[in-house]
């Protein structure tokens, strides 16, 4: 597609069950990355991929959090036993490259709350 | 503790004046700083950087200034447009990842 798409566009789910979130980056963009924004607060960088190094997993808020990227492709985020407080949006974004002048292109986000 | 601050939660403009939102930051590291916009509903989208080694950047309506003395940058709107209305937040970055504000909720009045 023509930009960042993110699925489930909203989830709803009960205290400590666990969820997967899914991202398809812009193709071929090496870099992806996730954040997530609870209410009245700003974008939290989670994890970063680029390329087959290994991610850059530490903005994790707990081992509960984790992702996974196929290649240069599909990511998914996995939450684990999920808690009152990961309710957020949780935004997923793309870079051709984790250069720092290279804008980050966002998709919609998942819009996760839980019960 | 927050490195990027945005301490207007909002601000409203009329149609056709200078829209200012500010933006100030406390880590020195940071040299490359960038402004998104963001719709409701919507992930955020780039609206414009600047290096440290430049203390001006302008495209179009907008331009973003800064201030390194200071830690400070602005983004300028001129003129408003009642479609600039939405969430700006303010980003830094010695490298990846970004650091963002909590962001500033403009609103243009027609």
């Known amino acids: 597609g023509a930009g960042v798409s993110q699925s489930p566009s909203n989830k709803v789910t009960e205290k400590g069950k666990d969820v997967e979130l899914r991202c398809d980056p812009i193709s071929g963009h090496t870099a992806l990355y996730w954040y997530r924004q609870r209410l009245g607060q700003g974008l939290e960088f989670l994890i970063y991929?680029?390329?087959?190094?290994?991610?850059?997993k530490s903005g994790l808020p707990s081992d509960r959090f984790s992702a996974e990227r196929t290649g240069e492709s599909v990511s998914t985020l996995t939450i684990q036993r999920t808690q009152q407080e990961d309710s957020a949006v949780y935004l997923c974004a793309s870079s051709e490259w984790t250069g720092r002048n290279q804008p980050q292109h966002f998709g919609d986000g998942t819009r996760l709350s839980i019960l | 503790d927050q490195q990027v601050k945005q301490n207007s939660p909002s601000l409203s403009v009329q149609e056709g004046r200078i829209s200012i939102l500010n933006c100030d930051y406390t880590n020195s590291m940071f040299d490359y700083f960038l402004w998104y916009k963001k719709y409701p509903a919507e992930g955020p989208t780039f609206l414009i950087s600047?290096?440290?080694?430049?203390d001006k950047n302008e495209d179009g309506r907008f331009t973003v200034f800064l201030n390194k003395s200071a830690k400070h940058l602005s983004l300028h709107i001129v003129p408003s447009q009642p479609g600039d209305s939405a969430v700006y937040f303010c980003a830094a970055t010695p490298r990846t990842p970004l650091v963002f504000g909590k962001g500033t909720r403009l609103s243009v009045i027609a």
């Open positions: 991929f680029q390329g087959n190094s290994a991610p850059d």
């Open positions: 600047i290096s440290s080694i430049k």
